[in-house]
């Protein structure tokens, strides 16, 4: 393998592990804030990729409806806890009808103004919104239990959203154009704009998680609710608010990583659950808390996978997964040691 080969290996390796560090932030979000390991992730990377599509086609994306029917569900269950607890319904009815109108007023304007921003933005819209539903209807329910319960109520999701997008968008994949066809030269090698692309939003969005934690109040109020959830509601801090931000937060992340993936793959409804397993892979060398860690995991995964495909690319997933092996035995001597 000469230098050339090994550099743009190495460009393409960036490439991926920018597309998986969206949905590392993703995990480690979901995890630091409600302590839910959420598999079901990778699912929003497909939602985010087809309902993009679907916009490009001037065609109103069928996630719409799910988003829709889910937020009535979840209206009708806030409306009987605030009945219950004697507090006014005009508080949840605002703010669902609010949402609602919203969404439903970025959804027009993108059918009718042909601006791929506002497609995009209209896409990420619809994907977060689907983050807090899930939530309300798995998780807030039952927030006290145990790790494995949550673990598998993320299983159980991800075995409704993988079906549901086949059901919704049938099984063709969908191409999605590129957000600009452009390439520059680098060192000799041909860098897309798209790649380019993916590594700033992946590197912005890294950034602004941080700045978001730690100058924010919001942010503080999750880390606090992800410490103590009991001591932070004697604080005052709205910890089921919590927990529904951070997985809307933590969809839009998936939702957007999963249009920028598009253009290099196609869209279909398979694309997300081997992304999701491979942003996993990465996140555990933070052990799901450390953002920096992880996010240096994931770049490290995109690269191994870059250049297992180069060398052996029938084994080159097998190569990739089988590095959470060595990442697992280094995080819990950490821990031990960290114990002793």
């Not at 109103?60 to 009535?72: F, R």
């Not at 939702?255 to 409804?269: I, Q, R």
């Amino acid at each position: 393998m000469d230098a050339l080969t090994s550099l743009f290996l190495l460009v393409d390796g960036l490439t991926n592990g920018a597309v998986y560090s969206l949905l590392g932030l993703s995990l480690v979000l979901v995890y630091t804030t409600t302590r839910v390991v959420n598999i079901a992730q990778g699912e929003y990377i497909t939602f985010g990729a087809l309902t993009y599509a679907s916009f490009l086609e001037s065609t109103l994306a069928p996630v719409a409806y799910v988003v829709a029917a889910g937020g009535g569900a979840c209206l009708l269950l806030d409306l009987r806890r605030a009945r219950h607890g004697q507090r006014s319904l005009l508080r949840p009815l605002a703010g669902y009808l609010g949402a609602f109108l919203a969404l439903a007023v970025l959804c027009m304007l993108s059918l009718r103004l042909p601006f791929a921003g506002l497609r995009m933005l209209a896409s990420v819209a619809l994907v977060a919104a689907l983050g807090p539903i899930v939530y309300r209807l798995t998780v807030e329910p039952k927030p006290d239990s145990s790790t494995v319960v949550l673990v598998i109520i993320g299983v159980g999701v991800a075995m409704i959203l993988h079906p549901l997008a086949l059901l919704l968008w049938g099984p063709d994949p969908r191409p999605v154009p590129a957000l600009s066809d452009a390439s520059l030269a680098f060192a000799g090698i041909g860098v897309g704009a798209q790649s380019l692309f993916i590594v700033a939003i992946s590197l912005a969005a890294a950034l602004a998680l941080y700045l978001f934690f730690r100058h924010t109040l919001a942010g503080k109020a999750l880390r606090a609710a992800s410490i103590n959830r009991e001591g932070a509601e004697y604080c005052g801090i709205p910890v089921v608010f919590a927990g529904r931000l951070s997985y809307f937060l933590a969809a839009a992340l998936s939702g957007l990583s999963g249009m920028l993936l598009a253009p290099l793959v196609t869209a279909h409804y398979e694309m997300g659950f081997v992304v999701g397993l491979k942003g996993f892979v990465g996140a555990a060398m933070g052990g799901l808390i450390n953002y920096p860690l992880s996010v240096a995991g994931v770049f490290l995964v995109g690269a191994l996978e870059s250049f297992a495909s180069f060398l052996s690319s029938a084994y080159r997933d097998a190569l990739v997964f089988a590095l959470v092996i060595p990442i697992l035995l280094w995080r819990n001597r950490g821990a031990a040691a960290h114990d002793e």
